[in-house]
C-alpha cells in the first residue's frame, strides 16, 4: 500500500511539474515577465537585466549577428530609442519552457510587439542558464 502510494505521489509529482509547477520554469517566466514589464515601461536596462552580462552573450535577428550585452543594449537603443523611433507595447505568446537539466532551459515563444503603425511580430528561440544572480538568457535568436 505505502508503494503504491509513492508511485501515485510521484506520478503526479511528475504531471504537476509538467503543468509548470517546477520552480525553474516559473522562475523563468517571471524573469520573461519582468522583461515585458520594463520594456512597456520603456526601461532598456531594466529589460536588459535578463539577459547574462557578459561580452559573449549572443543576439541573432534579421540575419545579423550581435555579441555581448553591451552591444546587445545599443542595438536595442538604436532600434527602438533612435530618433523617430518608438518601443511600443511587448507581449510574448506561445511560451514553451523546456528545461535542459539543473541550470539549462530553452525557451520559444512569439513576441508581439503593437507599434502606432504597426504590429510586428515573430518568433524566438531562447537559451537560458542558471547563473548565480538567477537565470539568464546567453543566447536569443529572433525572426521576424
Do not use: C
Not at 39 to 55: A, R
Not at 68 to 96: S, V
Not at 100 to 127: M, N, S
Request: aromatic fraction near 10%.
Amino acid at each position: 500500500m505505502k508503494a503504491a502510494a509513492l508511485v501515485l505521489g510521484l506520478l503526479l509529482s511528475g504531471s504537476m511539474a509538467a503543468a509548470g509547477d517546477d520552480p525553474a520554469e516559473k522562475a523563468i517566466r517571471q524573469l520573461l515577465d519582468a522583461q515585458v514589464v520594463a520594456w512597456n515601461k520603456g526601461d532598456l536596462p531594466g529589460f536588459m537585466e535578463g539577459y547574462w552580462q557578459s561580452p559573449d552573450l549572443t543576439f541573432f535577428s534579421g540575419g545579423n549577428k550581435t555579441r555581448g550585452w553591451q552591444a546587445t543594449l545599443d542595438r536595442y537603443r538604436k532600434k527602438y530609442q533612435g530618433e523617430g523611433k518608438e518601443m511600443g507595447k511587448l507581449a510574448f505568446k506561445e511560451l514553451d519552457v523546456r528545461l535542459l537539466g539543473a541550470d539549462h532551459a530553452v525557451v520559444t515563444g512569439r513576441f508581439q510587439l503593437q507599434l502606432k503603425a504597426e504590429t510586428a511580430t515573430g518568433i524566438f528561440t531562447l537559451i537560458l542558464h542558471k547563473k548565480e544572480a538567477g537565470w539568464r538568457i546567453v543566447h536569443d535568436h529572433t525572426s521576424s
